[in-house]
């Protein structure tokens, strides 16, 4: 009976924990300094800007370990993220940034989109994402340029 207790624990916290949901992150704040280690004191290794995506890896206390588009691991301090929302990155150098879903419209005025530029995800139609950055302004990215968390 024991056995099948503990077992059924493991398993629903395997379950908790494995959905894309849960381990998807995004920056909330303006700005978030991601660390080498769970504390201000560990060695400041990027400095990202809001709606920067993350994927979590482990909690501990306040802190959360983090990879980045790129694999690199990181540590961010919890207040600063948050899981309400999805993200993306840019992945390829650039990406053209359009006023609809389609390479029949236009581009906006900001694009092209930069190499690692974050958006807050408002849409997901097809192979097209609907984004806003962090000024307020919307556009659609082709869904395969992006890193979505």
Same mark, same amino acid.
């Given at each position: 009976m024991y056995i099948r207790v503990f077992a059924s624990i493991v398993l629903a916290c395997f379950l908790a924990l494995t959905p894309a &949901?849960?381990?998807?992150?995004?920056?909330?704040?303006?700005y978030a300094n991601l660390r080498g280690?769970? =504390?201000?004191? /560990? &060695?400041?290794?990027?400095?990202?800007?809001?709606?920067?995506?993350?994927?979590?890896?482990?909690?501990? =206390?306040?802190? /959360?370990r983090v990879k980045d588009l790129e694999g690199d691991v990181h540590w961010v301090y919890s207040p600063l993220v948050t899981s309400a929302y999805k993200c993306a990155m840019i992945k390829d150098e650039k990406a053209n940034v359009r006023k609809g879903p389609g390479t029949n419209y236009a581009e906006v005025e900001e694009s092209p989109g930069k190499q690692y530029y974050s958006y807050k995800v408002v849409k997901i139609q097809g192979d097209w994402v609907k984004v806003t950055d962090e000024f307020?302004?919307?556009?659609?990215i082709y869904r395969n340029l992006l890193w979505i968390q």
């Amino acid at each position: 009976m024991y056995i099948r207790v503990f077992a059924s624990i493991v398993l629903a916290c395997f379950l908790a924990l494995t959905p894309a &949901e849960a381990l998807a992150l995004c920056v909330s704040a303006p700005y978030a300094n991601l660390r080498g280690g769970p =504390g201000t004191n /560990y &060695e400041k290794t990027w400095e990202v800007l809001r709606y920067t995506p993350l994927e979590l890896l482990k909690k501990q =206390g306040k802190w /959360y370990r983090v990879k980045d588009l790129e694999g690199d691991v990181h540590w961010v301090y919890s207040p600063l993220v948050t899981s309400a929302y999805k993200c993306a990155m840019i992945k390829d150098e650039k990406a053209n940034v359009r006023k609809g879903p389609g390479t029949n419209y236009a581009e906006v005025e900001e694009s092209p989109g930069k190499q690692y530029y974050s958006y807050k995800v408002v849409k997901i139609q097809g192979d097209w994402v609907k984004v806003t950055d962090e000024f307020g302004t919307d556009g659609w990215i082709y869904r395969n340029l992006l890193w979505i968390q």
